[in-house]
């Protein structure tokens, strides 16, 4: 289906204004509502594109620029040495509350979208992959997909470096889909293990996909990109939130209720 992809809403949050890029189906109805989490270089020709593509899949889609106390509106940091490192510094530099508190202003800005169904989901790449697993303790997020969490492991986000997110995996409550590269040397086979324990230790419902793939797989531009890898992905992720958010609306019986869908 076709899409809108030039929507932009500044969230107001308790650390300032929020840059959130919106994209969603042309057709009228109403669909589930997805929060998407970028990379540490912000909304991205390839997040876009990834935002682009789900919508197009009957989601109402948000993305918000992770760091927006810091950065002017619009910031896109480049695929580069310097952009990584600038990523990197303002990933520990901002407020684990202020993540939270930026979770909070989409989901609700979602639920409250007159395009949107209130029914909602989180996805994430990289740190916004450890960002989407925070996301998913909201109790109105109904499935979660988190690409290669950085930092997870190792309790590395935000200020501080000492985030409390594995500790609270018992607070998710939706379905959780973990995809990670073998090869990601951000989150080596240990990492992945004591993330494995922690998930099963809380008795979550979640499915767990390693594939041979390094990191930033997902990604279409670069040398790490894996195609074949990425469209499988895709598909998982796109078959967890059509069948935990719906396809959108029902249709209507003439009674007026609602048509049961299994």
Sequence with gaps: MTIKDNETSDLPTPFGPMRTHVFRPTAAGRYPGILLYS?????????RRT???????????????????????????AYDQAGA?????????????????????????LKSHPACTGKLGVIGICIGGHLA?????????????????????????????????????RDIKGELMMVWGRQDPHVPREGRVAVHAALADAD????????????????????????????KSYGLALELFKRRLSEGDLRTTDTGAKESRH
């Design 133 to 169: 697993f925070r996301a998913a303790m909201n109790p109105d997020v109904l499935a979660g997909v988190c690409f290669y969490a950085t930092d997870l492991h190792k309790r590395g986000l935000g200020k501080g470096k000492c985030d409390d997110s594995l500790l609270r995996a």
């Design 39 to 47: 990379e540490i270089f912000q909304v991205t020709g390839p997040i």
């Design 85 to 109: 490192d600038r990523g990197n510094e303002l990933k520990t530099t901002k407020e684990l509350a202020s993540y939270d508190a930026d979770a909070r202003a989409v989901l609700d800005f």
């Design 204 to 231: 979550l419902h979640f499915t767990w996909h390693e594939f041979n793939g390094q990191h930033a797989f997902l990604r279409d531009e670069g040398a790490r990109y894996d195609p074949e890898l990425a469209l």
């Design 51 to 77: 935002a682009a593509l789900l919508a197009g899949h009957g989601f109402v889609v948000a993305v918000p620029e992770i760091y927006h106390e810091f950065l002017p509106p619009g910031t896109v940091l």
